[in-house]
């Protein structure tokens, strides 16, 4: 099926007519169905919104770099985190995706572009450790040789903050990255823009994340969403750098991309400043991101899986 990308078994020479017939009897292969194509004249990022067969809609993301090709793609329609930084908080929870919706959706880009997806990140609608049972099948299903073959290393979950499923994660001694929405350095704060920290504390999740970073064979990515004057000063930085010492990681800065009038993007010389005060002092790598695709909707934070048909919720 992943392989030679087949949608019919009677396509499938290979095997007996007689199995053949008994599959197509009690099974189908679900294809995700493309609703709509955005590209970015800017960065060539590209946005799919993909209608599922109970009617809702979901979204990916295309990023297409020199060397690479990254999906971002869904683990929700929906999200119940509910963070204030977020139009996908913005829907509250619909629903999970099945372990089949979440392949398709690099299968069903792939299968477009006809180039082979090189990465990818569960970065896009819903938090992708609510739904682990299906998020791992799925992974395991693109990583497989069998499958599509993407490697552990290129592929990267990204969790708010859910303590509980971060020890899971760690104790079952998975590979995929894992990366960790901080965004905050006090809990007070991060209580504002990110509810879930009222459940899990950042003691609680920092401890978990050092216990993960230090056993797994690979960093933790950090990423901080800069937002301006709510956690980009000074003594934000240096706070930050206490709090990840010790910790195997890498950190992204990303500039806050605008979802609601409540916040605001720093500017350019605040986002500098606070990369100035940790780069030096931060034993780890720091890349600073200017999300692309944010003239479709389609940076980070933005999906909300209904650009012409509001009809999720
Ligand atoms: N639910 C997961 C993964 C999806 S969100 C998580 O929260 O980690 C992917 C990333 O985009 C997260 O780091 C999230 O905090 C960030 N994000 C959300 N809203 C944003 C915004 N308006 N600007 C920039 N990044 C944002
Ligand atoms: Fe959900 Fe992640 Fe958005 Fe928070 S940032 S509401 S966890 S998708």
Redesign the pocket.
């Known amino acids: 099926m992943y392989i030679r990308d087949l949608d019919r078994f009677d396509e499938m020479t290979n095997i007996s007519k007689e199995l053949r017939k008994k599959l197509a009897r009690v099974a189908y292969i679900s294809r995700l169905k493309l609703a709509e194509r955005q590209i970015s004249a800017i960065s060539g990022t590209e946005k799919f919104l993909w209608q599922l067969e109970d009617g809702l809609y979901i979204e990916s993301v295309l990023i297409p770099e020199k060397d690479r090709r990254t999906v971002c793609i869904s683990s929700q329609v929906g999200?119940a985190?509910g963070?204030k930084?977020?139009a996908t908080g913005k829907l509250g929870l619909t629903r999970n995706l099945y372990t089949h919706e979440l392949v398709e959706q690099v299968m069903g880009i792939q299968r477009m572009l006809g180039e082979k997806i090189s990465n990818v990140v569960?970065?896009?609608m819903?938090?992708?450790f609510q739904n682990y049972d299906n998020l791992l099948k799925a992974l395991y299903i693109i990583k497989d040789s069998d499958g599509i073959a993407i490697g552990h290393r290129k592929i990267t979950i990204?969790?708010?903050g859910l303590v509980p499923e971060i020890k899971r994660y760690s104790e079952e001694g998975h590979q995929f990255q894992l990366?960790l929405?901080l965004?905050a350095t006090t809990d007070a704060q991060r209580n504002k823009i990110m509810p879930i920290n009222k459940k899990y504390p950042l003691d609680e999740l920092i401890t978990a994340s050092r216990a993960y970073a230090q056993k797994a064979r690979s960093r933790l990515t950090v990423?901080y969403?800069l937002i301006d004057g709510i956690n980009d000063t000074p003594e934000d930085a240096h706070r930050l750098i206490k709090m990840l010492k010790g910790i195997p990681c890498k950190v992204n800065l990303?500039a806050?991309?605008p979802?609601s009038d409540e916040f605001k993007r720093p500017d350019k010389a605040r986002i500098q400043a606070f990369s100035d005060i940790i780069c030096p002092i931060l034993y780890a790598p720091v890349t600073l991101r200017l999300?692309k695709g944010d003239d479709i909707d389609g940076?980070?934070?933005?999906l909300a899986g209904t650009p012409k048909y509001n009809t999720n919720r």
């Open positions: 999200c985190l963070c930084i977020c569960v970065m896009g819903g938090e992708p990204s969790t708010a990366a929405s965004h990423e969403v990303i806050y991309n979802t999300s940076a980070c934070g933005q």
